[in-house]
């Protein structure tokens, strides 16, 4: 099993900054991917950004231009830099992660944080 903690989530005022972490802990060989989701009240879970073991990142048009996404493979962590943040941004935030482990490297397994309020207000 693989546990996701995110941290980082907070209030900000329009145009800050926030940086989310998630770190991955567990019985990991590797994590294909690391993305990060939202969810706002009254809406579908939608993707925000990932990033591949492979580098290749994929934003939602959204968000392109002000956040990036990075990963610490040394750590199992990944980040979600966020800019300019508008009031529009404010959403439970979700880490996930695609991961494959020891016992049967031909499958992986996605995982999912508990997730991190970020309220961007004035």
């Known amino acids: 099993q693989v546990q996701l903690v995110e941290s980082g989530g907070g209030l900000v005022q329009p145009g800050g900054s926030l940086r989310l972490s998630c770190a991955a802990s567990g019985s990991i060989f590797s994590i294909n991917v690391m993305g990060w989701y939202r969810q706002a009240p009254g809406k579908q879970r939608e993707l925000v950004a990932t990033l591949t073991s492979g580098g290749t990142t994929n934003y939602a048009d959204f968000v392109k231009g002000r956040f990036t996404i990075s990963r610490d493979n040394a750590k199992n962590t990944g980040y979600l830099q966020m800019n300019s943040l508008k009031p529009e941004d404010t959403a439970i935030y979700y880490c996930?992660?695609?991961?494959?482990?020891?016992?049967?490297?031909?499958?992986?397994?996605?995982?999912w944080g508990q997730g991190t309020q970020v309220t961007v207000s004035s």
């Open positions: 996930n992660a695609e991961v494959r482990h020891y016992d049967d490297l031909r499958r992986f397994w996605r995982y």
